[in-house]
């Protein structure tokens, strides 16, 4: 069975930096769109990043471009994302999820098009 697991989430002044882990098992495909989603309190779920498995696709959300980055290690079934200059609207629940099927890119990027995801990782940001 597919699973995904985040970790790296606490709390972070804001301008600070912090870095998120999402570990993958069990998937019997090679290629796959990984995102980054996150959900502040009282809002909708939104897109933050995505990258293919096989490193093409790497996207970052206009919100935060030039300030994250999504990166990932095959051979620890390990995507990153590494988040610079935080900010208190940053303050959300944190996930990963998984797309099948793609062998470059993305399909899809709204979090319906993704089947597998993570129990999410905690980020408040304070001023």
């Known amino acids: 069975q597919a699973q995904l697991e985040e970790s790296g989430g606490g709390s972070v002044q804001a301008r600070g930096a912090l870095r998120l882990f999402c570990v993958g098992s069990?998937?019997?495909?090679?290629?796959?769109?990984i995102g980054w989603f996150r959900q502040p309190p009282g809002k909708e779920r939104e897109g933050v990043a995505f990258?293919?498995?096989?490193?093409?696709?790497?996207y970052s959300a206009d919100s935060v471009q030039g300030r994250f980055t999504i990166s990932l290690e095959n051979a620890a079934n390990t995507i990153y994302l590494q988040m610079n200059s935080l900010k208190p609207e940053g303050t959300a629940m944190y996930y990963c999820?998984?797309?099948?099927?793609?062998?470059w890119g993305c399909g899809p990027i709204g979090s319906a098009a993704f089947p597998v995801w993570g129990q999410g990782t905690q980020v408040p940001v304070y001023s």
């Open positions: 069990g998937f019997s495909s090679t290629r796959r769109c």
């Open positions: 990258i293919n498995t096989g490193g093409s696709g790497a």
């Open positions: 999820a998984a797309q099948y099927g793609p062998s």
